[in-house]
């Protein structure tokens, strides 16, 4: 077992994590003045399809460190 691909695999998942859940943007609309609705919105701060691809190319990331951390010399 190769102890620095596994290192990479977990640096990458916490990198992935904090990207795709912890970098969050909103906003928040308030119609008092003309009586229509108010509400706030958030999401990824990538944006959905951003964030669903670097999800994808992170986790391609993972799956190779570990197939190289186990992979018979």
């Known amino acids: 077992m190769k102890w620095g691909w ?6 990458t998942a916490f990198v ?9 943007t909103g906003s928040c ?3 008092v003045s003309s009586g229509a609705g108010s509400g706030c919105s958030s999401g ?5 399809p951003g964030a669903v691809l670097f999800a994808v190319i992170g986790a391609a990331g993972i799956g190779y460190s570990v197939y ?5 010399r």
């Open 44 to 48: 990824p701060a990538l944006g959905w």
């Open 6 to 11: 596994l290192v990479v695999a977990t640096a």
């Open 29 to 31: 609309v308030d119609y």
């Open 16 to 24: 992935i994590v904090f990207f795709v859940f912890g970098l969050q």
């Open 68 to 72: 190289r951390a186990f992979r018979p």
